[in-house]
C-alpha cells in the first residue's frame, strides 16, 4: 500500500479490460453509502464504502487518545495499522484488531474528528489503495470522497449525488433518532452540515463525466432504480 493516487491512477488498465466500477460521489449526508449499497445489491456485486476506511483510522487513532487538532499524518497511519478491510456479505467492512465497531465508527467523537484525518494525504493514499485492492478483481459499487476523480478516473460509471442541505439534515436525523425531527434539530443539523461541507470541498469534487443527481425531490427507491439503469445500459453497451 506504498504507491500514490497518481500513480496508480496512471498505471489503470482501459476500462473494458476492468471489472465494472459505479462509482458514487457527493457532499457528506447525501445518501452516498446507504445509496451505493442497495444499488450493488440490486446488481449483484460488493458494495464498498470508502468513508467507513476514514472512520475506522479516525477510531483508531482516538482509542490512542489526544486532542484531534494536534493529530499527525504519521499518528493517524500508525493507529491505522490496527485497521483490516474484510469481506462481509456482499460487501467490505472495517474492523478494529479484527473485531466490527460499526457502532464506534457513526459516533459523535468519530464524526467530529473523521473531517479533519481525511484531509491527510498519506491517509488519502492509504484509503484509496484499500478501495482499488477490494474493486482489483470484482465488480463492485464504491462510494465516498474522490471517487470519480482520484480513484477510480476510469470508472464506467460515475454518479454524484446532491440534495438541499436541509433534506440531507432531515434525512441524516430521522437515520439517527429514528423519528421525525423538529425543524430546530434540522436547523440545528443544517448548519452543522453546511459547514461539513465547506471543510470537505477539496475532497468533494465532480468527475467531469459524472452524472449529476439532484435527490431532493426523490424518494431512494427512486435513486436506486435511476443508477441501476445506467449501470444495466453501461453493461450492454446501451442495448
Request: proline content about 5%; aromatic content about 4%.
Amino acid at each position: 500500500m506504498t504507491s500514490n493516487v497518481s500513480a496508480s491512477a496512471e498505471g489503470e488498465a482501459p476500462v473494458t479490460d476492468r471489472p465494472l466500477v459505479v462509482a458514487i460521489d457527493g457532499p457528506a449526508a447525501s445518501g452516498k453509502s446507504s445509496t451505493a449499497k442497495w444499488v450493488a445489491a440490486e446488481l449483484g456485486i460488493s458494495h464498498v464504502d470508502s468513508g467507513s476506511l476514514y472512520r475506522a483510522a479516525t477510531a483508531a487513532r482516538l482509542r490512542r487518545g489526544g486532542d484531534p487538532a494536534q493529530w499527525t499524518e504519521r499518528e493517524v497511519l500508525d493507529a491505522a495499522a490496527d485497521v483490516t478491510f474484510v469481506p462481509v456479505a456482499r460487501s467490505m467492512s472495517p474492523r478494529l484488531l479484527g473485531e466490527p465497531v460499526d457502532e464506534e465508527l457513526r459516533g459523535a467523537a468519530v464524526t467530529a474528528a473523521v473531517s479533519l484525518v481525511a484531509k491527510m494525504p498519506g491517509v488519502r493514499d492509504w484509503v484509496n489503495t484499500c478501495v482499488r485492492e477490494a474493486a482489483d478483481r470484482l465488480p463492485v459499487v464504491v462510494d465516498g470522497r474522490d471517487m470519480g476523480t482520484a480513484v477510480f478516473p476510469q470508472a464506467q460509471l460515475k454518479i454524484f449525488l446532491i440534495a438541499d442541505p436541509w433534506e440531507r439534515a432531515r434525512r441524516r436525523l430521522i437515520q439517527r433518532l429514528e423519528r421525525r425531527p423538529t425543524d430546530d434539530e434540522i436547523a440545528a443539523e443544517t448548519e452543522a452540515l453546511v459547514h461539513r461541507d465547506a471543510k470537505d470541498e477539496a475532497q468533494t469534487q465532480r468527475a467531469p463525466d459524472a452524472v449529476l443527481m439532484d435527490t431532493t425531490f426523490l424518494t431512494q427507491q427512486e435513486q436506486v432504480e435511476r443508477i441501476v439503469a445506467l449501470a444495466r445500459s453501461v453493461t450492454t453497451g446501451g442495448r
